[in-house]
C-alpha cells in the first residue's frame, strides 16, 4: 500500500517514512528539495516535484495508486512569515489547494494534514484544545488555518477524509537511523542552541526576554518527532478502516521556555552558551503549550520519548553525527 509523503527529505517527512515503513506500508517521497536532503530519503522512493506543478503530481499519483496522502511540504519559519507572507500563501495554502485537487482527481481519498498550534490565539496564557479559539498572528499559521477550512470543504463536497494534527514544537530525532532537522542556516531553538554549544558560535540569542511569562521568555510544548509521526500511523489507519477525519493537537502538555531549553541542553552538554537577549522575533506567540487528551482518548496515543531530556539527548546525537552534512 503506497503512501504519498509529500515533504518526505524533509525533517517530520523522513521520519514519516520510516515509520510508515515499520508499519508494512510503502512510502513515496514527494519533495522539491528545496530544503529536504535526497539522503534522508530511505525508506522508498524520492519523486521530485514541486507542490504547484498539478501535472508532475497528477504522473506520480498515477504511478503509484497511494492508498492515502501525507502532506508534510510547506514552508515553515514563523520570521521568514512576517516578512515574506506571500511565500507561505503561495506555498502553504496555494500548493495544499493544488495537491487536494490532484488527489481528488486521482481518487485518492485520504488525506493527512500537518497544521500547527500556531492557528490558535498565541496572545492567551491558557492550554490549548481544539476548541481553544483561532486567530493565527502570524502569516505561517494563517496559511495553515486556511488550508485546515480548504480541507474540510474538501471532505464535504468530495470526500477527501482528513486527519489534521496540529504540531507543538517537534524536536528530537529517531536514533541512530541518519535523520534529523539538518537545514542548512537553522532559525529552530534546538539546532541552533546545539551549534552554539559545539562552538560553532558559541552565544545563542533569545528573541526577547520581556513576555508575560515567569522567566520573560517564549514557552513552547516540545514534541519528539518520534512520538508525533506514530501519531500519524495511528490516524492513517483509522482513515483506511474507515473511520473519520478530525482535528487532533499533538503535544505533551508540558510548556518548557527557552531559557528552561538552553539550561537543559548546557546540562546536557556540560557547559552554557554565552547569552545575548535580542529583540522579540515578530510573529512569536508567547505560550504555546497542550492542554488536549483527545489523541490519547480517540487513536490512543500517548508520547513515549518526549521529556525534555530526552529529546535534547537525540538531537545532540543526530547533531554530532551529521557532521559530513552541509
Ligand atoms: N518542525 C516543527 O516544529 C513543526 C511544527 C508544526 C508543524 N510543522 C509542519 O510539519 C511539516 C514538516 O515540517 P519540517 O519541520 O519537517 O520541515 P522541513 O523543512 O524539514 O520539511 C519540509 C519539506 O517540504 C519540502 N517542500 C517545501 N515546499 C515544497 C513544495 N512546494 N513542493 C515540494 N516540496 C516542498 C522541503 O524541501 C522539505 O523537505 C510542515 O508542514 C510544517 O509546517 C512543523
Ligand atoms: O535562536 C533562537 C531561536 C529561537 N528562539 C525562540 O525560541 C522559541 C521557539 O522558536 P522556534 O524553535 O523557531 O519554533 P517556533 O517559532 O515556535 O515554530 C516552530 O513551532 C511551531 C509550533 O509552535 C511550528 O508551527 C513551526 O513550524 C515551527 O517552526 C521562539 O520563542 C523563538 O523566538 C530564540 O529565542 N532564539
Known amino acids: ?38 539522503g534522508a530519503v530511505q525508506w522508498g522512493p524520492l519523486e521530485v516535484g514541486d507542490l504547484s506543478d498539478r501535472a508532475r503530481l497528477d504522473e506520480v499519483f498515477s504511478t503509484y495508486r497511494p492508498v492515502a496522502v501525507m502532506h508534510f511540504a510547506a514552508a515553515i519559519e514563523v520570521g521568514e512569515s512576517m516578512t515574506d ?4 500563501w503561495r506555498n ?15 481518487e485518492c481519498l485520504n488525506l493527512v494534514f500537518s497544521s500547527t498550534c500556531a492557528v490558535y490565539d498565541g496572545n492567551t496564557e491558557a492550554d490549548l484544545t481544539e476548541d481553544s479559539p483561532f486567530g493565527p498572528i502570524n502569516a505561517y499559521g494563517g ?33 541512530g537511523a541518519g535523520i534529523g ?19 560553532g558560535t558559541g552565544h545563542m540569542t533569545i528573541n526577547g526576554d520581556d513576555y508575560p511569562t515567569p522567566d520573560g521568555t517564549c514557552v513552547r510544548d516540545y514534541i519528539h518527532v518520534t512520538d508525533l509521526v506514530e501519531a500519524h500511523i495511528g490516524g492513517l489507519k ?3 478502516d474507515g473511520g473519520s477525519g478530525g482535528s487532533y493537537n499533538l503535544g505533551t502538555g508540558q510548556g518548557a521556555s527557552v531559557r528552561q531549553v538552553i539550561e537543559a541542553a548546557g546540562d546536557l552538554v556540560g557547559h552554557m552558551p554565552q547569552i545575548q537577549i535580542g529583540p522579540r522575533r515578530p ?19 500517548v508520547p513515549q520519548s518526549s521529556d525534555l531530556e530526552t529529546i535534547l539527548a537525540d538531537a545532540w546525537d543526530w547533531h554530532k553525527s551529521r557532521g559530513w552534512l552541509a
Open 1 to 38: 500500500m503506497h503512501v504519498l509523503v509529500t515533504g518526505g527529505a524533509g525533517y517530520i517527512g523522513s521520519h514519516a517514512c520510516k515509520a510508515l515503513a515499520q508499519a508494512g506500508f510503502a512510502p513515496v517521497a514527494f519533495d522539491n528539495l528545496s530544503k529536504g536532503r535526497s
Open 85 to 88: 507572507p506571500g511565500k507561505y
Open 92 to 106: 502553504n495554502f496555494i500548493g495544499s489547494l493544488t495537491l487536494a485537487e490532484a488527489a481528488v482527481a486521482a
Open 143 to 175: 496559511s495553515k488555518r486556511a488550508t485546515e477550512m480548504m480541507l474540510g470543504d474538501f471532505e464535504a463536497a468530495h470526500r477527501l477524509k482528513t486527519i489534521i494534527f496540529r504540531y507543538f514544537n517537534v524536536a528530537g530525532a529517531a536514533p
Open 181 to 199: 532537522q539538518s537545514h542548512a542556516n537553522p532559525t529552530h531553538i534546538i539546532p541552533r542552541l546545539l551549534i552554539a554549544l559545539e562552538g
Open 238 to 240: 483509522r482513515l483506511l
Open 283 to 301: 510573529g512569536d506567540a508567547v505560550r504555546l503549550v497542550s492542554g488536549s487528551e483527545k489523541a490519547h482518548l480517540d487513536l490512543g496515543w
